[in-house]
């Protein structure tokens, strides 16, 4: 991910901190943040979209189904980053769905309540911006990836991304806090779990990386290819 990307989406995150209707002191006394347990749902496909939501604590998983009923992931979300944004620019029902994959609590904002927070600052409305625009550059990298590369190439990239999003620097070696099963991270590269196992244990046989249920550890990032 170049340097630029990095800084859009560190961005994002931040946005949380005065976004969230607890730091606005006339918001504040009305609004309260929501708790789900882990699997329940936030919002199904063809609910109203009428908030925007900021994860407090915990983890959200984004996705759609076919119509075979196989779930489809398109975003992995924790603590500080923003979900359901369609709802800015006119999405009346849902077409994804948003699930908790632990114990999570939400701050929901509604559509009112972020129109008048942007109305009154102009700068969060440039954020807003750069938030949109980084979710349509992920989605174009994502289609890029998948229609260009091979597996191998679309399980790495994503490994490189997940350490530039997530990753804590320890030396040479970037941990990430993973907790997804490979058959989730087949849904988000567009390949099977059986291929996402191959690749990972050969990216292990090769001192690239290390892994267990709830991390990933990647020797050196310049030298996963």
Known sequence: MSNTSALWYFESVNLYKILCPHKVKKMA??????????????????????????????????????????????????????????????????????????????????????????????????????LIGLRIMKLERKLELLVFKDARTRIIEYLKDAAAWRGKKVGLETLIQANLTHKDIASLTGTSRQTVTTILNQLKEQNLINFNRKQILIRDLDSLR
């Open 29 to 130: 006394e009305n609004h309260e943040f929501i708790k789900y347990k882990r699997q329940q749902f936030i919002y199904m496909p063809d609910d109203s979209a009428t908030h925007i939501y900021m994860i407090v604590g915990g983890k959200v998983k984004i996705g759609h189904y076919l119509e075979s009923g196989e779930e489809v992931l398109s975003a992995v979300l924790t603590t500080g980053e923003i979900f359901g944004e369609l709802a800015m620019a006119g999405e009346e029902k849902r077409k994804d769905f948003a699930q908790a994959m632990e114990e999570t609590t939400i701050c929901p904002l509604t559509i009112e309540e972020l129109k008048t927070l942007m109305y009154e600052d102009k700068e969060l409305s440039f954020k807003i911006l750069k």
